[in-house]
């Protein structure tokens, strides 16, 4: 009991001291501004450029597409003619977006190029000069793989945007073979970005949570402190490391770097890193979108570390996006009825609605601190969008989709689940023409019987076991195939039957 409480007062204590810090830090730092940044919002090999794609950033409405310069461009997502949705259009050969409604086409600058229901040339060309047959556009940049939308539009903010650069992983750009990145992997999430960010603040839910592939729930749910090494900062967020560490990890950090970006980075005995690099976008209230990998910087020697779990290894990315629903959907359940549950019993500050008397949880009261005293209180979605949480998901089956949340987004996930749909028919049909061959085979073992008038049954020759058990197994195959690809569309998971 005395234990407990030193630690309360521990935490109560640290509190304190960051509540004078913030009062201090207020009058030198501004308010941190959410749509004067750069976001992630998808990984450009896996988008279809042949076609628009909708999203949402900051609970705006946002379309993406290429044009003709195979340059990745980002529009409001609606036609200044009736609004419709530009992500219903298409993407045409000579490289605009065409409004499926009347058929308008905009450039890459937003400009109308044409609206072919104009009386002429004459007064199409003067329609199309008047600033409001204008898309809205936002700047983008292509960096890391990853496509990067800042959160404003219009000239200014084209401006702005040059001037700030993205929460890049630093260790990618350097161009070292040391460095090894892993495939991106992507999901929006039923859970708002602070949830995101507060879980991955949070290593102690690891080896519980992810019991079975990340540590063991009975064996490795310990006591460590988390000690701040980068101060808390409006514009730059802050960093915590674990001690004492587990294992072979002698050293281990989160960074914190807003708007979206924790790195996560292990030191290793021998000097290797992993770094986890986890990005979350808010979309709309009560969802974000998760972009992340591994990245492995090798030791003196050359020696790659070792990676988090079987994502370690040299996985197909189609692969890896697969399985990491089995990953993602143990933390799933929690995070979205976690969110719903504090929003009903919140009253006041959210230190006040939850209990926290271990030093496990200081990184998670320092972002709750940032986000309430360094950032506005939340996030300021666009107008039209009320930061109400939305109601719970009454059916959690339906916090287990996977094709909406990914597949249906990801091209190389997509060309996957093609090719595993045809080696499934090719196995069936497989398996009738062996299961036929069987037949016919049977059936002229016993015509011969029949012919010399053997009255005693012969076993059928070899071929026909060969042909039979062949058609069974590739019956099997079929079927196994047909299961796995399941895995594209829904993945459920339960605690209670994990053991």
Same mark, same amino acid.
């Given at each position: 009991?005395? %234990?407990?409480?030193?630690?309360?007062?521990?935490?109560?204590?640290?509190?304190?001291?960051?509540?004078?810090?913030?009062?201090?830090?207020?009058?030198?730092?501004?308010? =941190?501004?959410?749509?004067?940044?750069?976001?992630?919002?998808?990984?450009?090999?896996?988008?279809?450029? @042949? +076609?628009?794609?909708?999203?949402?950033?900051? &609970?705006?409405?946002?379309?993406?597409?290429?044009?003709?310069?195979?340059?990745?461009?980002?529009?409001?997502? =609606?036609?200044?003619?009736?609004? !419709?949705?530009? @992500?219903?259009?298409?993407? #045409?050969?000579?490289?605009?977006?065409?409004?499926?409604?009347?058929?308008?086409?905009?450039?890459?600058?937003?400009?109308?190029? @044409?609206?072919?229901?104009?009386?002429?040339?004459?007064?199409?060309?003067?329609?199309?000069?008047?600033?409001?047959?204008?898309?809205?556009?936002?700047?983008?940049?292509?960096?890391?793989?990853?496509?990067?939308?800042?959160?404003?539009?219009?000239?200014?903010?084209?401006?702005?945007?040059?001037?700030?650069?993205?929460?890049?992983?630093?260790?990618?750009?350097?161009?070292?073979?040391?460095?090894?990145?892993?495939?991106?992997?992507?999901?929006?999430?039923?859970?708002?970005?602070?949830?995101?960010?507060?879980?991955?603040?949070?290593?102690?839910?690891?080896? !519980?949570?992810?019991?079975?592939?990340?540590?063991?729930?009975?064996?490795?749910?310990?006591?460590?402190?988390?000690?701040?090494?980068?101060?808390?900062? %409006?514009?730059?967020? =802050?960093?915590?490391?674990?001690?004492? %560490?587990?294992?072979?990890? !002698?050293?281990?950090?989160?960074?914190?770097q807003p708007p979206c970006y924790m790195k996560i980075v292990s030191t290793s005995q021998d000097g290797g890193q992993l770094i986890l690099a986890l990005y979350a976008t808010p979309t709309r209230p009560g969802w974000c979108r998760h972009i992340g990998c591994q990245v492995f910087v090798k030791n003196s020697q050359g020696k790659k570390p070792q990676g988090l779990s079987f994502f370690g290894l040299p996985l197909p990315t189609w692969l890896g996006h697969v399985l990491a629903s089995l990953f993602l959907h143990q933390d799933v359940v929690f995070l979205h009825y976690q969110e719903k549950i504090i929003a009903q019993r919140r009253k006041g500050k959210w230190l006040d609605a939850v209990y926290t008397p271990n030093p496990q949880d200081k990184m998670v009261i320092t972002l709750r601190k940032w986000l309430e005293k360094r950032a506005g209180g939340g996030i300021p979605w666009a107008e039209g969008y009320s930061s109400d949480i939305p109601q719970a998901e009454a059916d959690k089956q339906k916090l287990f989709d996977v094709w909406?949340?990914? %597949?249906?987004?990801?091209?190389?996930?997509?060309?996957?689940?093609?090719?595993?749909? +045809?080696?499934?028919?090719?196995?069936?049909?497989?398996?009738?023409?062996?299961?036929?061959?069987?037949?016919?085979?049977?059936?002229?073992?016993?015509?011969?019987?029949?012919?010399?008038?053997?009255? !005693?049954?012969?076993?059928?020759?070899? #071929?026909?076991?060969?042909?039979?058990? &062949?058609?069974?197994?590739?019956?099997?195959?079929?079927?196994?195939?047909?299961?796995?690809?399941?895995?594209?569309?829904?993945?459920?998971?339960?605690?209670?039957?994990?053991?």
């Open positions: 009991m005395n %234990t407990e409480i030193r630690l309360q007062q521990n935490v109560q204590n640290e509190n304190s001291s960051h509540d004078a810090t913030d009062e201090q830090l207020q009058t030198e730092e501004n308010i =941190f501004q959410w749509t004067k940044q750069w976001y992630p919002v998808a990984v450009v090999e896996y988008l279809d450029p @042949s +076609r628009p794609h909708a999203m949402q950033l900051l &609970g705006k409405d946002i379309v993406l597409w290429r044009d003709a310069s195979a340059q990745w461009r980002c529009f409001e997502d =609606f036609c200044p003619h009736r609004l !419709v949705p530009l @992500s219903e259009g298409r993407v #045409e050969a000579d490289g605009t977006i065409l409004c499926a409604y009347h058929a308008w086409r905009f450039d890459a600058q937003g400009n109308c190029v @044409s609206m072919p229901q104009s009386e002429n040339e004459q007064t199409m060309a003067k329609n199309c000069e008047n600033q409001k047959s204008c898309a809205v556009v936002y700047p983008t940049q292509e960096r890391q793989g990853l496509l990067w939308v800042w959160a404003e539009a219009g000239e200014e903010a084209k401006v702005e945007s040059q001037l700030q650069t993205p929460r890049l992983v630093t260790e990618l750009e350097d161009n070292s073979d040391k460095v090894v990145k892993s495939f991106w992997n992507f999901r929006d999430v039923p859970y708002g970005w602070d949830y995101f960010m507060e879980n991955v603040s949070d290593p102690a839910h690891v080896p !519980v949570s992810h019991h079975g592939i990340i540590g063991d729930r009975y064996k490795d749910a310990k006591y460590y402190d988390m000690i701040p090494v980068r101060n808390i900062s %409006t514009q730059d967020g =802050f960093a915590f490391e674990i001690q004492p %560490t587990q294992g072979n990890i !002698v050293k281990a950090i989160h960074d914190f909406t949340t990914h %597949t249906q987004n990801c091209t190389v996930c997509q060309n996957a689940l093609k090719n595993i749909n +045809r080696l499934t028919v090719s196995a069936y049909v497989a398996a009738a023409m062996c299961l036929f061959l069987a037949v016919i085979l049977d059936a002229r073992t016993v015509a011969v019987q029949a012919a010399l008038g053997a009255s !005693v049954f012969t076993i059928p020759p070899m #071929e026909f076991w060969l042909a039979l058990g &062949g058609g069974i197994l590739l019956a099997v195959v079929g079927y196994q195939l047909k299961r796995f690809s399941r895995l594209f569309y829904v993945y459920e998971f339960e605690h209670a039957r994990n053991d």
